[in-house]
Every structure is written in C-alpha cells, then in structure tokens.
C-alpha cells in the first residue's frame, strides 16, 4: 500500500486569492498590538461611535433574553423588525415598502454581501466612486462583478455627479453604488445630483445601491436624500443597505437590513439561509427598539459628533502640510497629505506606517479607499484623545517639512 503524500502548500481558491484584508480592521490591530507591549497608543482609526448603546436599546436585548427569545427566527428576520425597517421607508420615502421588500442581515456588511451576490453574473461591472469605503471592490470582485473606479473631485467636496457616472457606464454596467454619507470622506449628495443619478439608472437601466449606514449623521442642517427623490419610479432601480451600528452605537449587536425590489429579497434570504441564517435573535429585539424607539440619543450624538468635527478640521489645517474639505456626515476627517509624501514615504501607507511609529498614532491611509495621499482620521473618540493626537501628529510633521 502506497503512502499518501502530504500536502505541503494549501491552494486557495481564485477568489480568495485577489481579496485582500481590511485595512480599517488592521490598523486597530496594529494598534491592539502596541498596547500589549505597553506603548500609550492613541487610536483614530476606528469606524465605530465611541458611545454606549443607548440605555433602552439594551434593555430590550436583556428583556429578549429573559423572555427566551433566544431560538432560530425566520431568515429574513422577525416580522416585527422587517414590518419595522418597511415602515422606516414607507415614512420617510413617501413610498410603500412591504415587509416582503426587507430583510434583516448580520450587520450591513453582510446585506451589501447579499446583494451583490444575488445580482452579479461574472464580468457584470459595478460602478464604485473614489473615494470607497474598503470593502466594496472585495465584496463585488467575491461575487465575480469587475469594479468600476471613477474619482470624485477633492476640489468639489467630493461630490458625485450624474456626468462622472454617465462617462464610466458601458452595456456590462448593473450596479453603481451610493455611500451617502461617504466612509472615508463624509461627502453627502445633495437632492439634484441624486435626482439626476436616478434618472440616469432609470434611462440606463441599472441598480443604484445605497449605502446609508451613517444616514443619521448628517451636519449643518443638511438632509440624507436617495434617489427616490426623483419620484417613486425609481424604486425598482433603488436598493438600500442600512444598518444599526453607526446610528445607535450599536457595532458588536451586528444588525443590519436591506430594503429593495422583493425578488432580489427573496434571493437574498435564500443565500443567508446557507450561509449565516438568521441575524442574532436577541439582537433583533434590540434593533426593533432602536428603529421603533426614542430617537433622543441619536441627535445627542449627531451633535457630539458635529462639535468635534468643528474642532477636529481646522486643527488638521494647521498641521504643516495638510488639508482637509469639510466633512458633511459620518464621523472621519479625510485630509489630503501629498505635500508631506516624497522618496523616502512615498504612499500615504508609508505615512500612516511611519505615524504609528513616530508618535503612536493610528490612521489609515487612503490607499485603502482608492485614494492615496490622503488619511483617515476618525473622531468617534473623546476630544482629550483627539486633541493629543492632532498635536502628535502635527509635531511629526513639522519634521518632514522643516
């Protein structure tokens, strides 16, 4: 009997292979890691509100618990939660949502996942603005679709318009995603370019998905608008993510939903339902409180957020060789730093390399959101932790540039 032959190097599948690890995910590591050597670490890397979730919202996940509502629930979700997330739409859209049109999902990221996966044939494009956030192009090449970048412009606040899309659009072209507000770069799209984006979908024939995980958090009087604010004919090109954590201080409940035309509903729920199942039921009693709830907390923490921002952005300007748009929503700074970028730190990642090393501050570098010679700065941390960053790093940086 012959013997077997050990298998020496594990071949991973083609998939897996062009995906690469999170960048945001890394840098709180990198920063876990020098904390457990003793280094004082200060951390604006973290995509996550620095806020407890609110006080009612976790006493509807302890009464769940109590009343043993701890079993399997329907994949796609409670019906009170998929009544609930229908309601949100219908109210705010002016436009009936079903609860047959929702799901609910393990977190946001896990609802982009489904979506992409139910839609996308190989070599199908998706369309993905500059600057994205990090998981977009791993989640579409997964699905077998080709990523589409076109660059929003740094001078125009980095807003999207209809026309930067119309140039990339090609017959292979069926989805083009909406992250407003924009993780990395807070940029919000204003009803006119959405109201032409719509139409756009409309006429070509593609699905505009929406990302609106920080739609709450949006600054200066401003309003989150989607493309339904071209009328309800674009709802059977519209599809929405949305998702409990940023909103609600709600990241470790893992709760998210997604709202859109019932056939892909029903394709989604079949995915999840060979892969995750449902959502956390405990979670979900949790979510349904949160949507259905006092929503006090969550203009308490717009207004925080809003009171660092207008901190946080004027100081960076001061930092020698930075400079930085206004973030209109979210909670990230995303400053332009190739002034300080040269032969010996060539890449915004070798800038945020060098950060971690020089003054023990975490950021991330905008080469994870297809923009190099940026940073990302969260300010979902205390202003004493901010302030003490912001003069580490302005410290370091009066040394690239004396």
């Known amino acids: 009997m012959s013997e077997l032959t050990p298998m020496t190097t594990m071949k991973l599948s083609e998939r897996i292979r062009q995906i690469g690890p999170s960048a945001t995910l890394a840098a709180s590591a990198r920063a876990a890691e020098l904390r457990a050597e003793g280094i004082d670490v200060l951390d604006l890397g973290p995509g996550q509100p620095d806020f407890d979730t609110p006080a009612h919202i976790r006493e509807a996940g302890v009464r769940a618990i109590r009343e043993g509502r701890t079993r399997y629930t329907a994949v796609a979700g409670i019906p009170e939660l998929r009544e609930a997330v229908a309601d949100l739409y219908s109210l705010r859209e002016g436009v009936v949502y079903r609860p047959e049109e929702t799901m609910v999902t393990a977190g946001g990221k896990q609802g982009l996942f489904n979506i992409f996966a139910a839609l996308l044939d190989p070599g199908d494009e998706v369309i993905i603005p500059t600057p994205y956030w990090v998981s977009f192009p791993e989640q579409v090449k997964l699905a077998g679709g080709v990523p589409v970048y076109v660059d929003t412009d740094e001078a125009d606040g980095f807003a999207l318009r209809a026309e930067t899309i119309l140039d990339a659009c090609t017959e292979r072209t069926k989805v083009v995603i909406l992250n407003t507000p924009s993780n990395p770069s807070g940029a919000v799209i204003g009803p006119s370019d959405m109201e032409d984006l719509a139409q756009l979908a409309i006429e070509r024939g593609f699905y505009l998905l929406v990302d609106e ?58 995915l999840q339902g060979h892969s995750t199942s449902n959502a956390s039921s405990v979670s979900q009693y949790a979510a349904l409180e949160a949507l259905t709830g006092d929503q006090t907390p969550v203009r308490q923490m717009l207004t925080t957020f809003a009171e660092r921002r207008d901190v946080v952005v004027p100081r960076i300007r001061e930092i020698p060789g930075m400079a930085c748009v206004d973030p209109r929503g979210a909670f990230y700074a995303f400053p332009n730093v190739s002034e300080l970028l040269g032969e010996e730190m060539a890449t915004s990642a070798d800038l945020a390399g060098w950060l971690i090393d020089e003054c023990h501050v975490v950021t991330v570098p905008g080469t994870a959101f297809g923009r190099d ?22 410290n370091a940086c009066e040394k690239l540039t004396s």
Do not use: N
């Open 373 to 394: 010679g940026h940073l990302r700065l969260s300010y979902a941390t205390s202003m004493t932790v901010l302030e003490e960053a912001l003069d580490r790093i302005a």
């Open 213 to 270: 995980c920080y739609a709450s958090l949006v600054y200066d009087g401003a309003d989150h608008v989607t493309p339904l604010t071209a009328g309800a004919e674009a709802q059977d090109v519209t599809i929405f993510c949305g998702s409990c954590s940023k909103s609600y201080a709600m990241t470790g409940w893992r709760v998210g939903y997604i709202a859109g035309p019932a056939p892909l509903i029903k394709a989604c729920s079949s």
